[in-house]
């Protein structure tokens, strides 16, 4: 079988009315592949983020740009992959402060960015984030069909 028959290439305008097509591609695939629901929620919810943190952060200074999506559905997990070729970022001084947020906190004090990435790694099983060439987000879901947790390593960064 070749490997690229299982994966779907995705190129979005990097505004905000564009997220839903990157979410509803998202969760057709999940669903085909057979993720519950509760999965096919959190894979939702971590693609969006990594897009909309792409739209606000990514070509805020730019002006417009391009979104690029890249789902690799493998028998056992898919592995979303959001990348961008604007504004980059130092992933290891926003993983540093990536923590679970204390609920004390108004939600309205946390950054928008730190938000999406505390959701991103709280809701995928492993993240890893580049910024050597523009910003990649790498985001895999196991598919857990026997009840064995599968992700070792949880966030991880590449310059």
Sequence with gaps: MNEMENVIRL??????EFVSVARLASSGAASRMGYSFDA??????????????????GY???GNGQIHITMDCEPNAMTITVTHNGESFDASRVLQKLRPLDPSIDLAEVSEGGLGLFLINALMDQVTISTEYGVAVRMTKFLD???????????????
């Design 11 to 16: 190129t979005i305008p990097a505004k905000p």
């Design 40 to 57: 096919i929620e959190d894979i939702k919810v971590a693609i969006s983020e990594a897009c909309t943190n792409a739209v606000s952060h």
């Design 60 to 62: 805020k200074q730019m």
């Design 145 to 159: 069909r026997d009840g064995v947790v599968h992700g070792v390593d949880k966030v991880s960064t590449t310059r």
